[in-house]
């Protein structure tokens, strides 16, 4: 750095803390040692090195951030004739007293930090704990990220000094049926990064009793058929059952309904459209409007696996399987009833029976134990005693075709193409009806004390089984429903899934209506549709019948 002239405002400055004692190197080699002003009280500043003919002109004390700060000032000795009024031969404490003097002289004693900061330190003693508590509330508002900052490294030793060693964690102290309760609120996900916090947390997360009630609640409980495989499966070298593995499965189960995650495989050799399908946990079983009905191995959709069944005359329109049983209706106004039973070696098909006593195409029915309730074109409703092979009762009273219907040990519930749903008793009595949809009632299913329909009006509804009344609609426009006819549905305790002729099926919060996940693959309309707690079956207008598994992504 050159010399700079005496009328120049430019001047090599070094700025230190009060602090400081160390030696700081300016231009051209000249040095100077800094003492901190305690030092300079007692004792004259020496400039033991000067080097290229420069001298200390001046300091100024300065308050910066409730710090002294001194600013040093170095200009060539030929320059330094006189400035701010000091001569270059007048020692530097000197110059030092002068100006802290003048600086004092220019503000009253409380406007100089020292006394500012002894005043408050005298006040906050005389507060009590309120007082402060409000007072350091205050101060926090103002302070910006280095008082912060600050506060947070001086604080990191001091704060738990006299605490108990949990005072940090509410869990670890709390009772353990108390935390039990808590953890239930979690999802695996969050239950699994609680086992990482510390020792205590993942002593308590591990707890088996926590995973089997959570395992074994009403949210998240499977069917009694899939809960007894995978306790099997999740069993330990002692043969104890790991809960947590099974919480694990229904979680992961249940994340790949809600998210559509799952993978296809398709059944085709249909020669017409899909009517109806039913499934079990080795066979599917589909009816066809080519008038057969097809047996396939769910393990392999090979051709040579197939078994077909011939009989009826018309369109298989409906199907049920229970066991070894399989009851079919078809627009040839039958009802069979076939034995269908195999083994890896071996099957054997044949049909038991034949019922007769509707006028029209048989459109639906359910079988269960010794009975079957039937519905058809001819607007009638039959139940029938599979063991005398004949009908017990006939139920009247719709005005359109009976187009879907269920019933429990209690009652039977049909849909019409009358726009009406009619709740029976089994001595053919008209319980209730109702009324809300705008066309043909095409499906029905119901669960407890709820009902879900679904009708050509493209809306599907909730109903109070009690009362009768809609308690919610998901509106095919405004609520992401289907923009065709909505052919069949089904539900279970949390979800439903429906589908319609715009090739989609839909899954559906059985609470809130809100679409969980829609699943494309089929190439026309689904017609049908069957699950369980893994497994989804379709059949179409594309001639197909497509396997959706969830429980292998």
Not at 297 to 324: A, F, M, Y
Not at 430 to 450: E, M, P, S, Y
């Amino acid at each position: 750095m050159k010399d700079l002239p005496v009328n120049s405002s430019n001047y090599h400055e070094i700025q230190i803390s009060e602090k400081s004692n160390s030696e700081l190197f300016l231009p051209q080699n000249a040095t100077v040692k800094l003492y901190s002003v305690d030092r300079l009280r007692r004792k004259c500043l020496s400039l033991s090195q000067l080097a290229s003919g420069r001298e200390l002109a001046s300091f100024d004390v300065l308050h910066q951030n409730g710090n002294n700060h001194r600013k040093y000032r170095s200009l060539p000795v030929s320059c330094l004739k006189r400035r701010n009024g000091y001569s270059t031969s007048r020692s530097i404490k000197m110059l030092y007293e002068e100006e802290e003097e003048q600086v004092r002289s220019n503000s009253s004693d409380l406007d100089y930090f020292p006394n500012k900061l002894q005043v408050m330190l005298k006040w906050f003693q005389e507060f009590n704990h309120e007082q402060k508590n409000r007072l350091l509330q205050e101060f926090l508002i103002q302070c910006s990220t280095p008082q912060v900052h600050l506060l947070s490294v001086h604080m990191e030793t001091r704060r738990h000094q006299n605490c108990p060693p949990n005072c940090c964690d509410m869990i670890s102290w709390l009772p353990s049926n108390v935390t039990s309760i808590i953890c239930t609120y979690l999802d695996p996900v969050s239950l699994s990064r609680c086992c990482v916090v510390c020792r205590k947390w993942r002593e308590i997360v591990s707890d088996e009793l926590l995973w089997k009630n959570l395992s074994l609640s009403s949210q998240w409980k499977l069917s009694e058929t899939y809960h007894a495989k995978l306790i099997k499966k999740c069993l330990d070298e002692c043969g104890r059952i790991e809960w947590k593995r099974i919480y694990a499965q229904q979680y992961r189960l249940r994340m790949n309904w809600v998210r559509g995650h799952c993978t296809v495989r398709t059944f085709e050799g249909h020669s017409q459209m899909i009517s109806c399908v039913q499934f079990d946990d080795t066979r599917i079983v589909s009816g066809s409007s080519d008038k057969s009905i097809k047996v396939w191995n769910i393990k392999t959709n090979s051709p040579w696996s197939v078994l077909t069944l011939l009989g009826h005359s018309g369109t298989v329109r409906c199907l049920h399987l229970q066991g070894d049983r399989l009851v079919s209706g078809s627009s040839d106004t039958t009802i069979k009833v076939w034995h269908v039973s195999g083994s890896k070696n071996w099957s054997s098909i044949n049909c038991k029976m034949t019922l007769l006593g509707h006028s029209d195409t048989v459109r639906c029915l359910q079988s269960e134990g010794d009975l079957v309730v039937s519905g058809s074109y001819d607007c009638t409703l039959k139940v029938w005693s599979i063991a005398k092979g004949t009908c017990l009762k006939t139920l009247r009273g719709h005005d359109g075709p009976v187009l879907c219907l269920q019933f429990d040990s209690a009652k039977i519930i049909s849909g019409s193409a009358d726009r009406t749903i009619k709740i029976w008793s089994f001595e053919g009595e008209c319980l209730k009806t109702l009324f809300g949809h705008q066309d043909a009632i095409t499906c029905i299913h119901f669960n407890g004390w709820r009902i879900v329909s679904g009708s050509l009006d493209r809306n599907i509804k909730f109903w109070n089984l009690d009362t009768g009344e809609c308690i919610n609609t998901i509106d095919w426009a405004t609520g992401e429903g289907h923009t065709g006819v909505i052919r069949c549905i089904q539900a279970d305790s949390w979800k439903i899934v429906s589908a319609a002729d715009d090739k989609t099926i839909k899954i559906w919060n059985m609470e809130t209506g809100e679409r969980l996940a829609t699943l494309r693959d089929h190439t026309d309309g689904v017609t049908c549709l069957q699950f369980n707690d893994t497994k989804l079956v379709s059949g179409s207008y594309d001639k197909s019948v497509k396997l959706w598994d969830f429980s292998v992504c």
